[in-house]
């Protein structure tokens, strides 16, 4: 029998790029509120909650999300946020207890770097089983306050806005 051996190496060491600066302006304590559509003819449902956002080296944001979800009832959601510099994209991933989905997305940030843009692919809001484009997009209005909407890709080829959520920093 051949014995293969493996070298190791030291991990290259990470340096925090001013991409990654600007993910550290979400790390703190939120609370928030959602105003979502839940259907054509249907008025807005608002929910509240609470979002603890912590920094991984400087180079990842955790953000943990508890509060009611629409349509659901009281949810904890997962949000990762990096940023990758061979890709030159930010990179990420959602999940929530309600759905067995992971959601992965792949982002910019526009020239003024106000604006985080999240493409992902998940479950089409149509009832069946294909996937449909979705982009979340992270605003912030102040250090202290932020706009998360998102939005779904219709067949027509339009953005329908669907969910807003305001983040507030607690004090």
Request: charged fraction near 25%; proline fraction near 5%; include cysteine.
């Amino acid at each position: 029998m051949e014995t293969i051996q493996i070298e190791q190496s030291s991990p290259m060491p990470v340096h925090p790029q001013k991409e990654h600066q600007w993910l550290q302006k979400l790390v703190g304590e939120w609370t928030y509120e959602t105003e979502a559509m839940m259907g054509p003819d249907q008025p807005p449902v608002k929910s509240t909650g609470t979002e603890t956002v912590r920094s991984i080296g400087e180079i990842w944001i955790l953000a943990e999300g508890q509060g009611e979800m629409p349509g659901c009832g009281l949810a904890t959601t997962l949000m990762t946020l990096g940023y990758d510099p061979q890709k030159q994209r930010y990179v990420g991933t959602w999940v929530g207890s309600m759905m067995t989905h992971l959601w992965q997305y792949d982002g910019e940030l526009n020239a003024d770097e106000t604006v985080l843009t999240l493409n992902s692919e998940g479950p089409a809001m149509t009832g069946d089983e294909k996937l449909g484009k979705y982009k979340d997009v992270i605003e912030f209005k102040s250090d202290d306050h932020r706009i998360l909407t998102s939005h779904m890709l219709r067949d027509d080829g339009q953005w329908q806005h669907f969910m807003t959520a305001h983040y507030w920093r607690k004090q």
